[in-house]
């Protein structure tokens, strides 16, 4: 079982920045495929974004792309979503997922194939 925990949401200006983190628990972060994703209000949850096991690899939906960077440190059992230029259309609630893998290059953009979640870290962003 791994139990993740996001932090980092808030009340921001549109084009402000943050940065979201999710600590993971267990001994075996690096086996762990780690995405974000988020859920406005009214629609569907979403992909952001993913990165593989080793950090090497990583995805991004277009809707984030050149704005959010997805980031990790295995030796802290983190993953981080730094979040640039922050839109009005970026609040949601985004969610901290994993998923085992053995292979250390895999992303993966499906929240079908997560197994793990987190609770949730709200973000809004005003006009």
């Known amino acids: 079982q791994v139990q993740l925990v996001e932090s980092g949401g808030g009340l921001v200006q549109a084009g402000g920045n943050l940065r979201l983190s999710c600590v993971a628990s267990g001994n075996t972060f690096t086996r762990y495929v780690m995405g ?35 980031s990790r440190d295995n030796a802290k059992n983190t993953v981080f979503l730094q979040m640039n230029s922050l839109k009005p259309e970026d609040t949601a609630v985004y969610y901290c997922a994993a998923r085992y893998s053995w292979v250390s290059w895999i992303v993966d953009t499906s929240q ?12 809004t962003v005003s006009s």
């Open 112 to 123: 079908m194939a997560y197994n793990y979640w987190g609770q949730g870290t709200q973000v």
């Open 36 to 70: 974000w994703f988020r859920q406005a209000p009214g629609k569907e949850r979403e992909f952001a974004a993913s990165i593989s096991g080793s950090g090497g690899d990583t995805i991004y939906a277009d809707s984030v792309k050149g704005r959010f960077t997805i």
